[in-house]
């Protein structure tokens, strides 16, 4: 069951999966960066690569 999907700000999207308690983020920015980023929410940040 996929929640949302939406573009959060110009070349980042990402879809929000409740049930399974997943976000999946598309971007051209770094794995790094946006795992940085993540990490401030407090919660386990996994990256699971690309597609």
Do not use: D, E, R, Y
């Given at each position: 069951m996929l929640l949302?999907?939406?573009?959060?700000?110009?070349?980042i999207e990402h879809s929000i999966d409740?049930?399974?308690k997943t976000v999946?983020?598309?971007t051209d920015?770094?794995?790094d960066a946006v795992l940085e980023s993540l990490k401030k929410i407090g919660k386990e940040v996994k990256y699971l690569g690309g597609k």
């Open positions: 949302c999907s939406h573009s959060v700000s110009p070349g409740l049930p399974n999946t983020v598309i920015l770094g794995a």
